[in-house]
């Protein structure tokens, strides 16, 4: 499967814990972009980044949310310390270029208990 | 002010007909881009069809084309001879210059029904 692969599918983490989400582009795309979905809304735009370059970070909370796209391996949306608020599902894109169409992967939903 | 607006929060299709769903866009920049994604119930996030905003010609792809008005900031998806297998949620986003480049605006989705 050459598409955007995202792991875990589904995520469950209890107050208070860590949570990591991995995103590994298409072949050939270095841009990356993460994406909140709060249920019957549509996509909100959190980070865009390419290879160990936050390019635009506007969309992700200021406090607990970190993004890193390194020179090898995925892209990492990490939250600290979740809350019940952060549940959601978080749908990673990559595109060749910044003006190509985004690819999505298939998202992670993320529980908090 | 909402950049994308879907007015549609659901619509229904009898299987082999055609069906528009509705989407405008707000923007003040020249130079922008129109996308539809489709997301089946199983989450995923499917790429239909892109528009640019100096792009002449409707685009089209397959059953998929897209009606772009420019003076009335419209663009509309439409669905030829539908499938049951097109019952979906539909998202139109944008791309433009705005305060930032790359990032895509999303509307609330339509959620289409195709019945045999």
């Known amino acids: 499967n050459a598409g955007v692969m995202q792991n875990p599918r589904h995520l469950v983490r209890r107050r208070g814990q860590e949570a990591r989400l991995r995103c590994s582009p298409m072949?050939?795309?270095?841009?990356v972009y993460w994406y909140r979905q709060l249920p019957e809304e549509g996509l909100k735009f959190m980070v865009y980044?390419?290879?160990?370059?936050?390019?635009?970070e506007s969309g992700m909370p200021k406090e607990r949310f970190s993004a890193e796209f390194p020179k090898e391996g995925p892209s990492i949306l990490r939250i600290q310390q979740v809350v019940r608020g952060d549940s959601a599902a978080y749908f990673c894109?990559?595109?060749?270029?910044?003006?190509?169409?985004?690819?999505f992967g298939d998202g992670t939903r993320l529980s908090i208990l | 002010a909402q950049k994308i607006t879907q007015t549609q929060p659901g619509m229904f299709v009898q299987e082999k007909e055609a069906v528009t769903l509705d989407c405008t866009y707000d923007t003040s920049d020249q130079s922008y881009g129109l996308f539809w994604y489709k997301q089946p119930s199983s989450g995923e996030m499917i790429f239909l069809i892109y528009?640019?905003?100096?792009?002449?010609q409707n685009a089209t792809e397959g059953r998929y084309s897209l009606n772009f008005q420019k003076a009335r900031k419209s663009a509309n998806l439409v669905i030829s001879a539908s499938q049951l297998g097109d019952s979906a949620m539909y998202f139109c986003a944008m791309r433009d210059r705005g305060s930032t480049l790359g990032r895509l605006y999303f509307g609330r989705g339509t959620q289409l029904t195709v019945w045999p």
């Open positions: 894109a990559s595109s060749r270029d910044r003006d190509e169409p985004q690819h």
């Open positions: 980044l390419q290879k160990e370059n936050i390019i635009d």
């Open positions: 072949k050939g795309h270095s841009h």
């Open positions: 528009q640019g905003s100096y792009d002449e």
